[in-house]
């Protein structure tokens, strides 16, 4: 059983990288994907290996929508199934390769990884600030040479902040400051609030909103299992709180938003992305914020590759050690493996309560 | 045993309750102290200072509920 749950939504790439213009290769659960778009606009994902000679159709041409497979010219429709074969007038009957079920959202192209019959469109969970014109959004990939679980550990306790990323996004007050947390058994949510009163500015918010001097600081986290991370990230001046009524128009408003999608068991495509509701079209806030965040995330990058090999290499039953800051991470490690367990699609909808709760 | 209404608010950080579904497990950190709080979704509220110990408890805390449904 693989350590990532089956039947579930991943994101697999980007809208903007799904094109007309050529193939994508990426790998998710382990499964190799072939992407691409159709001319009409659908992006499509088939099985990466030619059925005959195993060619990574992600290394072949697009033609008409059609893939020709770059080594022996096997032709597949937006299906998988093979509609030319080389040579011969006959297509036998076993010449398909599988496709994916995707669904495009918020800017990304999820796949289901599982049973096609049971994918449930619905159940895509949203992050609709990357794709609204209110909000303006950085974003990159980065490949991480570890497991998924440790980068779930990582972006659940935000407390690593002050020592791993300190003088980007990380102060004294991060690590210091109680954090609330709450699990919703029924919908599969973590949710992990840490809200600071007087906190400093770190350069990343000094820099991009302007605010010179301290800060009210909230960080809300919403994790949605197995791989879309939420971070609402609220900065305003000292002592200044969102109105009883009305917009929070005084406070500045970032969206930080991950997919955690495995590769393979020791490795993670880290997808992130920044969404701000203020400086919309200064270029130069947006420059400033996709590089700052990108040179924070290979800081995690090199730590969790780093431990990823320790941990390949620790002794059976090593015993690791939980405190108040880790109550999220925890949380989430448990739904992990309750939705693992499960393989199922579906919110927990059990007869009673008390079971879901199990 | 302890219920939400019957603990300071004063003790405990912002925000109140976040999540709205039917069965939402909390867990606070009472400030200036090392202890958590943690509330299963009937109400009822339990304190240690180990978060692993806590957890245990809250899932098990359900099969003590009525099971006729929600709410405490």
Known sequence: MPSWPINQWYVAAYSSEVTPDGLLGRTVCNEPLAMYRTSEGEPVALADRCVHRRYPLSMSHLVEDQVVCGYHGFTYDKGGSCVAAPGQKRIPRTARVPSYVLHEQDSLVWVWIGDNDRADTTSVPRSPWLDDSGYTTVRGMEPLKARYGLLVDNLLDLSHETYLHGGYIGTPEVAETPITTEVDEEANVVYVSRHMADAACPPFYAKSTGIEGRITRWQDIEYHPPCLYLLHSRIAPVGVLPPEEGPDDQAFHVEVVYAITPETEHSTHDFWMVARDFALDDDEVSAFLAENNRTVVLQDVTALDVLEVVVEGEKENYQELSINIDTGGLAARRLLAKLVEQGDPEPAAPATPAAAAR | ?72
């Open chain 2, 1 to 72: 045993m302890a219920v939400v209404e019957e603990l300071e608010r004063a003790e405990l950080p912002p925000p109140s309750r976040m999540l709205n579904g039917r069965s939402v497990y909390r867990i606070v950190w009472k400030l200036n102290t090392d202890v958590l709080i943690g509330y299963c979704w009937c109400g009822e509220a339990h304190e240690d200072i180990d978060p692993i110990a806590m957890w245990e408890w809250l899932l098990a805390h359900p099969d003590t509920h009525d099971t006729s449904g929600a709410g405490g």
